[in-house]
């Protein structure tokens, strides 16, 4: 009976002890690695401990080019878009070509029923080589800038390199993300070949 009781103890400390290990990290804009604890505050803030620290230091764009909260499954990466402003992007697929994700919500109250309503915008950009972000996807229903030819155009330029695959993304009747991020994982499998 003590040799069981003992064995739980020891399986159950070692289960709490492993349960406390966090992997959350900010990478600098200088290029330092630094282990912390991540927490994301009320309005979306995040903000980092350095291990050994007591204090919390807000992640901003322009001095952490990447974290990794353990809470999300994908790092987020610094942008800093053309016409200077900053913000983080979900990184899904790392590769040849990186595919982000943006997300948005907007909450709106009506002042006389008091009803709250929210919407999510998502976008998704992608990047090859030097080509900064590029705009391939996006939930608006209207967008003005950039046209869904324009998205498809761009994305297909990135692949053209694979004729096979560019031809299977010209012939594909769905312009769904699912598709989109497939044909970009096989792309980047494929050019590790």
């Known amino acids: 009976m003590n040799r069981f009781l003992c064995l739980f ?41 350095a291990e050994g620290s007591d204090r919390y230091i807000k992640v901003k764009p322009k001095e952490i080019k990447e974290y990794f909260y353990s809470k999300y499954e994908h790092p987020y990466v610094s942008i800093i878009f053309p016409n200077g402003y ?57 967008n003005i800038s950039n046209s869904k030819k324009d998205r498809k155009a761009t994305l297909n330029e990135f692949i053209a390199d694979n004729t096979a695959l560019s031809a299977q993304f010209k012939d594909a009747d769905t312009y769904a993300f699912n598709e989109i991020r497939k044909i970009i994982k096989t792309y980047n499998e494929q050019a590790l070949k």
Do not use: P
Not at 30 to 47: H, L, Q, S
Not at 110 to 125: H, L, P
């Open 86 to 142: 900053s913000t983080f992007l979900e990184r899904l697929e790392t590769g040849k070509i990186n595919l982000y994700q943006q997300l948005r919500t907007s909450t709106m109250m009506s002042g006389k029923t008091a009803m709250v309503s929210s919407t999510t915008d998502i976008q998704w950009y992608a990047e090859k080589g030097e080509s900064g972000f590029k705009l391939i996807k996006t939930n608006h229903i209207i």
């Open 9 to 49: 103890v020891l399986v159950c400390s070692a289960k709490f002890s492993f349960s406390q290990i966090k992997n959350d990290y900010v990478i600098t804009s200088k290029g330092d690695t630094i282990r912390c604890e991540i927490k994301e505050e009320i309005f979306g803030a995040i903000k980092y401990k």
